[in-house]
């Protein structure tokens, strides 16, 4: 098989680690060398490691604050709509754009988009749900869920050569490095 084939049949190249604070230091040292296309695999949030492999703030605070607002809006032209054009009542003198009776239904409709927006949000931007994925190709990866770390630098990053990515692993003090199957 030629170096170029090799690596298109490859999803990455994992790098295994014993402890929290060598995934990190790895995870520093590989975006040193210029590898950008990287993901870490750990039992629990490990503090540090999303900065050293360069990911930045999320969208979803942001996509939250426009669900919010549209549902602010929403709510707000719904019941303007209602009372003013659809269904026009008169009661007791009051004019028919009466803006406090609308804030209950404009604060319930915010809650209501924004939390819908932050569900729907989470899983569109994490790709869930994803029942398969090819580190789950690499035996060893059954240990990311109890007491082991793993580095996956993917085939998609200019940097990437196999062999040299085996050689910056073994580097940064690896227990183990395996090529990541499609």
């Known amino acids: 098989m030629s170096h170029s084939a090799k690596a298109s049949a490859l999803f990455g190249v994992m790098g295994e680690y014993s402890c929290e604070h060598d995934v990190v230091h790895a995870a520093k040292k590989m975006y040193e060398l210029g590898y950008r296309k990287m993901d870490g695999y750990t039992p629990f949030p490990v503090h540090g490691l999303d900065t050293a492999i360069g ?15 549209a549902g602010a809006c929403g709510g707000l032209g719904m019941m303007l709509f209602s009372s003013t054009i659809h269904y026009p009542i008169n009661v007791a003198g009051r004019p028919y754009f009466s803006w406090p009776m609308f804030v209950p239904i404009m604060f319930e409709c915010t809650i209501l988009l924004a939390s819908l927006t932050a569900v729907f949000g989470m899983l569109g931007l994490n790709n869930l749900p994803e029942p398969y994925h090819p580190t789950f190709n690499v035996p060893a990866f059954l240990r990311a869920s109890s007491n082991t770390f793993f580095l996956c630098v993917e085939s998609t990053d200019a940097n990437f050569d196999v062999e040299k990515l085996k050689a910056d692993f073994a580097a940064t003090h690896a227990e183990g490095v395996y090529e990541v199957p499609t």
């Open 55 to 69: 990911r930045g703030r999320t969208k979803l605070p942001m996509l939250v604050l426009a669900g919010g607002i």
